[in-house]
């Protein structure tokens, strides 16, 4: 049965809390706020608590989860998130803290995010970093805005920049908010980017190239020092989607690569829970010659205190009004702490093994348009299925009845009926297993019956939605119902 | 050290085997040998779970929480009362282990939380519909003032003085360099001056951003300047602190436009600014024009209902450059942390929190107004927070935080005019026992 | 009837051309879910940008493919947007334009060429 709206479970005079009673002596609102800036009409449910516990609880039953099983979700880096970072986020001395304190009295939690900088800067090669970015995407505005700054002190005029056709959505949106034209370099057939092409493209006016290594076919692209240089011959910066750093921590750097400027994905490499969609944290490191570019304010230790500084002139101003969703950097340096120089090594390790694993195996079974070592993930295609009528959108949600969430599907672009299947490294080998068997079952069900892929799911809450009425008619907020 | 990797020496070789190769370094041959790492990467070894406890435990001890001292900060985040259901039901690892609904069959509990959440906000601002949520206050006020300029197809934005600094400055970075341009409208005893906008405004104006309460606490008359947006075909951008809500009525029933902000007071611990919770909701007309996430409600082929994310096309990972935001992601479990404290308050509760903080900060006042040598440098309505002055604040505010008082926000941070000034903010979580003792030791400091 | 590479089609009659996008737009861009069209009254330009069409899965630009002036718009679009799929080349017509040069139709694609395009 569907669980009610909370709104439906409403009874008006419940109350699920109970304030201290007022302690002041009352006045009237009235006498000291014109009428017509009191409120005259507030809807909201009523509830008591144990109906808002059970609600929330029966809500969350209907998802999966990490803490359910598998994630194969590509490019999203979907590890175990730790359970003693919850405790640590929670510690009092981080969560109750306000922003504007005064500094003596907060000076763990600036020591903790200035270790954090320094440990990011280390595994990325990087010289300074920023933890103020709230996502991915705020980390690439934030490194586009400071590729920008850079050419405008620098006088140059720069007005576009490559990204290979194989770049994730983000990158090209992120370039039109700062007003750069984007410009597509293809692909080669190993899957890099294609040199020849690049170079057709390189011109003046390139103020850099945007590009994640190993790219989002899981490869790792060897040119990537030819290409750095080719960028820089044009005075051109090469800044690093970090989106897949879960593939080469220990093993190598951006920094080491020729890359410029990094944003990281501490909600992705670093464990940090992705909470159904956010809150995530995206630092952005940058060599020496950008850093006065960084978005203000910093944090300095003057050899006694740490200090928040907002001098520096060149700065690209803050992109967010605090220092950063500092309680997911908590939970990112817990992380790390554990893990340790050789633990991030490993980690590193263990994700490019289980990866390649998988793809050996399934290679068997499913179309594998690059076929090479990938790293931490790899790209399958579902189009061998299309003789069955079958088409990629049907193996994910079949694979949903077998209790797995499905891969990425339909990315990256450049592959058809893509599968993008990334297992990260606290995956068993025998989850792992079980996983590509019911990849294989499927794929054998499609030649035999294909219409129990198309009618899949069917062990779920929910089965397929009609997502064109969805948007035809949009039902988004239950006081005001479509017309 | 702690592992969290479950494969054991012998499955390492098996896989191994399975692929074709000796070790794990033939999986990273073709990393150039010049760009591999030639050495460890220089941070600490690691360490067991509990000495990872005892040194993060160590740092949170350095740092004074407002359990410790009696918090009468605000300037955009505020210490409310927090009830013990939000966090159990935010550690169920069915909801913080999720991911981004993408798979809706899988979903429901995120997406229909989400839908609810939704609703709470278009009520409790009053406007057609809102979006999934954005990182916070102060970004989502600026993804705010691209869609009021996407949709007017104007560069020309009126930013009142009066909106919170910090705001300010995140609006200027993110907005300046898609065209726009920012206009400041001065404040006069702490407040705007309708007359000021309209000598300001024109039929270029894309938009007007006004604070409701503003950060000096005092109530705009956002009615009247929505007004003259909508005169010079402008939209009125209202930003607001959801919690005042309670009390005051709703943008949208003033004449706003978009109504932004930041949801930290609804439930969400200070947690040293961040992650906290943008909120953003418009009207019909802007629909397409909003950023981020969006869930509808809908049926599946069994007829059931359901719901999925919707309007997606606006969105990055389609459109690519053409998208009118980049975000990809909302905030999720802050939003959904939001709905259960709206829940949980519900209607009463709700108008309690913001009479409960009315009534203190007004009870703030008349005590302080007996301290000689403290006044009060404006003269407006206020809500919770209100801004005093007095000789040596600075100093004064030290001394408060060393014995166990944050005191207030010194403002000449943010205004070299307002030397002396300090923002003062009083929650519902304060006792009228803590109130007095603010006011004694004020009192004390002053005129001691 | 007259098609362009941008899969729309055009058909005049008197002065003015009906134009709506063609089945295999239609089919290849899914359930349309929104239009955004252009104003009564606009003046338009052959390949200008005058609106957008949403599907469930993605977004495409509407072009002009003539230069005149919007006469109208079909209104029962915006109810229902399904009509695209439906009937495309029927009741799911998008506008209708009022040529400055009903010459510019020669310029415009025969069926013929057309289905070679979508081939």
Known sequence: MAEPLIFDLSKDGRRGYTLPELDVPEVDPADHIPARFLRKELNMPSLSEVEVVRHFTRLSRLNHSLDVGFYPLGSCTMKYNPKVNEDMARLPGFAHIHPLQPEDTVQGALKMLSKLESYLCEITGMDSMTLQPAAGAQGELTGLLIMQAYHRKNNNHKTKIIIPDSGHGTNPASCSMVGYEVVNVKSDPRGGVDMEDLKSKLTPDVAGLMITNPNTLGLFDENIGELANLIHSVDGLVYYDGANLNAIMGWTRPGDMGFDIVHLNLHKTFSTPHGGGGPGAGPVGVKSHLEAYLPNPRIQFDGKKYKVTTKCRESVGPVLASLGNFLVLVRAFAYITVNGREGLKDISTHAVLNANYMMQRLKKTYKLPYDRFCKHEFVLSGKTLGEFGVKTLDVAKRLLDFGFHAPTVYFPLIVEEAMMIEPTETESKGTLDCFMEALEMIAAEAKENAEILKQAPVKTPVRRLDEATAARKPDINYYRKPE | MANYIPNTPDEVQEMLKAIGVKTVDDLFAEIPPELKLQSELNIPAGVSEVEMARELKALARENTTVDEAVCFLGGGAYDHIVPAVIDHILLRGDFFTAYTPYQPEVSQGTLQAIYEYQSLISSLTGMDQSNASMYEGASATAEAINMATAQTRRKRVLVMQTVNPEYRRVINSLCQTMGTEIVSVPFEDGTIDPGKVGELINKETAAIVIQYPNFFGTIEDIERISAMAHENGALAIVIANPIALGLLEAPGNLGADIVTGEGQPLGIPLSFGGPYLGFLAANKPLLRRMPGRIVGRTVDIDGKTGFVLTLQAREQHIRREKASSNICSNQALMALNATIYMSLMGKDGIKEVAGQSFQKAHYLKRELAEIKGLSFPFTGSFFNELVIKFPNARKILGKMAKQGIFAGIPLDNYFSGLKDHVLVAVTEKRSKGEIDRYVDMLGGLING | ?119
Do not use: R
Request: proline share 4%; hydrophobic share 35%; glycine share 10%.
């Open chain 3, 1 to 119: 009837m007259k098609y362009t590479k941008e899969h729309e089609w055009a058909n005049l009659e008197g002065d003015t051309a009906t134009v709506g996008i063609t089945d295999y737009a239609a089919n290849q861009l899914g359930d349309v879910v929104f239009v955004e069209m252009p104003g009564v009254g606009d003046s338009v330009g052959k390949g200008d940008t005058i609106g957008t069409i949403e599907s469930v899965k993605t977004v495409s630009d509407l072009y002009s493919p003539l230069t005149g002036e919007i006469v109208a718009v079909n209104e029962e679009i915006e109810s229902n947007p399904g009509l695209v799929n439906e009937d495309p080349h029927g009741k799911g017509w998008l506008i209708k334009i009022k040529l400055s040069d009903p010459k510019e139709m020669d310029d415009l694609l025969s069926e013929a060429d057309y289905k070679a395009i979508c081939e």
